[in-house]
């Protein structure tokens, strides 16, 4: 058995691409505050490969502000159709401004707008506010392209440790735990 957590990663996600209703690359971060508190959220897979799995956010919100305080996340994705999770460890990194950059010129016009728009993870009185706000933006870039606002960035998570989580009758589980040490990956089992 091929010791490459890349390439069974590829091949789950290939069949959580054919078969999840919505959503296949939605993935949990879990992050904590300076204070070891926990936060775990929703982000979207944009890129991944053992340089890093890539999310993209404001990196004023909450958990940029946690990232900050501590460089270190944990992914999980939960592929209901196919009874299966993955389990990511690992630091996290930026993703360079030029990467970042060409991602958001690929994004939604409305998406690009709303990245200005929108003081993510800050309290906000009412939704007319926030669209007041949207609608300030859009007349500002009228007739010209949206630039990437700069607080909004790449973080990859450059996994450590994955874990392949198989359901199978009668919670005999299989887990199978791939982990980076100083000479590459290794893979071992582990007990359901
Ligand atoms: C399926 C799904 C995908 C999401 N993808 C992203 C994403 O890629 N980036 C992002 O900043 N927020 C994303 N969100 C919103 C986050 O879950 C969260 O509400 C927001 O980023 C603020 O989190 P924070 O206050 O912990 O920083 C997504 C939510 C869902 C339900």
Not at 73 to 88: C, N, P
Not at 119 to 124: E, I, V
Not at 167 to 173: E, I, K, Q, V
């Amino acid at each position: 058995m091929p010791t490459d957590p890349f390439a069974l990663f590829d091949e789950w996600f290939a069949e959580a691409r054919a078969t999840e209703t919505n959503d296949p690359e939605a993935m949990a971060l879990a992050t904590t505050d300076a204070a070891g508190q926990p936060s775990v959220r929703m982000v979207l897979l944009k890129g991944h490969g053992p340089d890093g799995f890539i999310f993209y956010t404001n990196e004023q919100s909450a958990k940029g502000d946690q990232v900050a305080d501590n460089p270190r996340a944990a992914l999980l994705f939960h592929w209901k159709s196919l009874r299966r999770q993955v389990r990511i460890e690992g630091a996290v990194d930026r993703v360079p401004d030029a990467q970042a950059d060409a991602y958001f010129a690929s994004r939604a016009r409305d998406s690009q707008l709303g990245a200005w728009a929108s003081d993510q993870s800050r309290p906000l009185d009412t939704r007319a506010t926030f669209e007041q706000r949207f609608n300030q933006v859009k007349q500002h870039y009228e007739g010209q392209d949206v630039p990437r606002p700069p607080h909004w960035r790449g973080y990859r998570v450059v996994p450590e440790r994955i874990e392949f989580w198989s359901d199978r009758p009668h919670r005999l589980h299989e887990r199978r735990l791939f982990t980076l040490g100083s000479s590459g990956w290794s893979e071992g089992l582990l007990y359901p």
